[in-house]
């Protein structure tokens, strides 16, 4: 089992920018694929990234748009989520999640329900 805890939230001005990190303990990191999740007040929790094992696999949301960076170093059992170019429709609670792989270092994962372990979420405060 991981405990997973993200930290980096903050309040910051429209086209500034945030990173945001996750680090996993209890277990080996680099046995998840791991996802960014965002949920605005009174929304659905929606998909924003997700990145492979050994990070050789890496999706995005649309509405991302170039403008998320999703890396990890499992050295440091953290995975991070670099955001620019940000925007009040990007302030939300972000959640980092876990999911254990058994086979292949490349898989992704992007839907919510396949997800096991989450952390207890970093809230994103974008100003106009």
Do not use: H
């Amino acid at each position: 089992q991981v405990q997973l805890v993200e930290s980096g939230g903050g309040l910051v001005q429209a086209g500034g920018s945030l990173r945001l990190s996750c680090v996993a303990s209890g277990s080996t990191s680099s046995n998840y694929a791991m996802g960014w999740f965002r949920q605005a007040a009174g929304k659905e929790r929606e998909f924003v990234a997700t990145i492979s094992r050994s990070g050789d696999g890496i999706l995005y949301a649309d509405f991302v748009k170039g403008r998320f960076t999703i890396s990890r170093d499992n050295t440091k059992n953290t995975v991070y989520l670099q955001m620019n170019s940000l925007g009040p429709e990007d302030t939300a609670v972000y959640y980092c999640a876990a999911e254990r792989i058994w086979y292949g270092t490349a898989v992704v994962v992007t839907s919510l329900e396949e997800y096991d372990y989450w952390g207890q979420g970093t809230q994103v405060t974008i100003s106009s």
